[in-house]
C-alpha cells in the first residue's frame, strides 16, 4: 500500500467515513465524518461555548443582543446545521482534540475581552471612522491570520493538495465578495425593473402567449367551424326564403337580384309577422327567430383565438400588471429594498475553520481560536445576515432629507 492511500479502520455506523491510514491525517480527504468525535464537537460548537459566553457575559455585563427562548431555538438549530457542514468538510474528524478544545475557550473568552475596549466598539462597515486604536488591533489581527495562512499553505504544499487548497478558499470566501455583484443587481433591478424580476415576468409572459396562441391544428378547427356555422346560416335562409314565397302573394315576393347568400329584407320578415304566418306555423316563427338571434359570441377560447395580434399584446401586458405574489395587494407597490453589505465577524472566522484540517498543533491551536471567535459572534448577536435589507421608501425618504439640508 502506498504512502498516499487510504482504508477505513473498519466498516461501522460509528466510523463512518473516517480514515485511519492516512499520509495526511485526512488533510487530503475532502469528507471525513466520525460520529463521537462529531456529538463532541457540535457539544462544544452549539451548547456549551454559547451557554458559557452568555454566562460570562451576563457576570461582567457583556455587550451582547437580548435573546428570547426561541432566537435560542433558532441559534441551536443553525449551528447544528452550520457544525456539521464544517466538521464534515474540515477534517476535524482527524483534528479535532484537546488542543482545539482548550484554544476554543481561549479565543472565545480573549475576544470577549478584546471587543470590550472603548475604541473597539466598532464595525467593519465603520472603517472610515476607525480611531488608531482601532486601526492599530485590527491591522495586528490580519497580520496574524496572514502569517497562519503562511504555515497552512506551506503543510498544503507539503501534503500535495495545494492545487486545490488555494482554489477552495477562493470558492469559500465567494458568499463574501459575491455580494457586491449581488447588490449591484438588486439596485440595477429597483432602478429599471420596480414591477418585479425579469426572469418571472417573461415566464409568465411565456405562459400567457402559449395560453393564447392558436396552433395550426387549431386555426384549421376553428375554420371549419365558422364555414359549418355559414353554411348552416346560409341554408336557414335559404329555407326561410322558400317558406315565406309560398306563404306570400306574387305581387308581394321579393325580386331576385342574383345574390345567393342571403336574399331576405326586413319588409318580408315583417310582412310574414304581421301576416301572422308564425301564429299558424310555429316552426317557421321559430325558425325566422332563431335565425334573427343567433348567438354570434363565441366561447372563450374562440374570443381569444379571434383577437389581432395587437389585441392579444394588450391583453397579455394587462395580466402582467397582477402578478400574483404572497402577502402582496393586487395592484400594490412590491417589498423593494435597497441593500447594505454588512461583513460580520461570525462569517469570516467560520470561512477559515475550514482551512485549519491539519493535523499540526498549529494548526489546532488556529482551529480551536477561530472557532472561539466565531461562537462569540453568532452567541452575543446571531446569525445576523450579510446582506442587510433597507426599505425603498426608507432610502428615498432619507435621501429626500439631505437633500432638503
Not at 481561549?106 to 488608531?132: D, H, I, Q
Not at 334573427?292 to 395587437?310: A, G, Q
Request: glycine share 6%.
Amino acid at each position: 500500500m502506498g504512502a498516499n492511500e487510504t482504508v477505513p479502520t473498519y466498516h461501522s455506523f460509528v466510523d463512518g467515513c473516517y480514515l485511519h491510514q492516512d499520509a495526511y491525517s485526512g488533510a487530503a480527504t475532502l469528507v471525513s465524518f466520525h460520529l463521537l468525535r462529531y456529538a463532541l464537537f457540535t457539544l462544544m460548537l452549539v451548547v456549551v461555548g454559547p451557554f458559557v459566553f452568555r454566562i460570562v457575559a451576563a457576570f461582567f455585563d457583556l455587550e451582547r443582543d437580548f435573546k428570547s427562548i426561541a432566537d435560542h431555538f433558532d441559534d441551536v438549530t443553525s449551528g447544528l446545521i452550520y457544525s456539521y457542514i464544517l466538521f464534515t468538510l474540515g477534517n476535524y474528524a482527524h483534528t479535532f482534540s484537546w488542543v482545539t478544545l482548550v484554544f476554543y475557550f481561549v479565543g472565545l473568552l480573549c475576544f470577549c475581552v478584546l471587543v470590550e475596549l472603548p475604541f473597539m466598539r466598532v464595525s467593519l462597515n465603520g472603517w472610515r471612522s476607525w480611531s488608531t486604536g482601532a486601526w492599530a488591533v485590527n491591522l495586528g489581527g490580519l497580520a496574524l491570520v496572514l502569517v497562519a495562512a503562511g504555515f497552512h499553505i506551506r503543510w498544503a504544499y507539503l501534503a500535495g493538495i495545494l492545487q486545490w487548497y488555494l482554489p477552495l478558499f477562493v470558492l469559500a470566501t465567494a458568499s463574501v465578495w459575491s455580494t457586491v455583484f449581488v447588490k449591484r443587481l438588486q439596485h440595477h433591478c429597483i432602478d429599471n425593473r420596480p414591477e418585479g424580476l425579469g426572469i418571472e415576468r417573461r415566464t409568465r409572459r411565456a405562459a400567457l402567449i402559449l395560453f393564447t396562441r392558436r396552433s395550426a391544428k387549431a386555426r384549421r378547427q376553428y375554420q371549419a367551424e365558422q364555414a359549418n356555422q355559414l353554411e348552416q346560416l346560409r341554408q336557414r335562409a335559404e329555407q326561410y326564403a322558400v317558406n315565406t314565397a309560398a306563404a306570400t302573394p306574387s305581387s308581394l315576393q321579393p325580386v331576385d337580384n342574383g345574390n345567393d347568400d342571403l336574399a331576405i329584407s326586413d319588409l318580408d320578415i315583417r310582412r310574414s309577422d304581421s301576416q301572422g304566418l308564425g301564429e299558424g306555423n310555429p316552426g317557421q316563427n321559430n325558425a325566422s327567430r332563431s335565425l334573427l338571434n343567433m348567438p354570434v359570441e363565441p366561447n372563450h377560447r374562440e374570443r381569444i383565438d379571434s383577437l389581432t395580434h395587437e389585441q392579444k399584446n394588450e391583453l397579455i401586458e394587462g395580466k402582467l400588471k397582477n402578478l400574483h405574489y404572497l402577502n402582496v395587494q393586487t395592484n400594490g407597490p412590491l417589498p423593494l429594498h435597497r441593500l447594505n453589505l454588512h461583513l460580520h465577524h461570525w462569517q469570516i472566522f467560520y470561512i477559515l475553520a475550514f482551512f485549519t484540517r491539519f493535523d499540526e498543533f498549529a494548526s489546532k491551536m488556529c482551529a480551536g481560536v477561530v472557532l472561539g471567535i466565531f461562537t462569540q459572534g453568532y452567541a452575543a448577536y446571531g446569525f445576523d445576515p450579510m446582506v442587510e435589507r433597507k426599505c425603498l421608501a426608507d432610502t428615498k425618504s432619507q435621501t429626500s432629507s439631505k437633500k432638503s439640508n
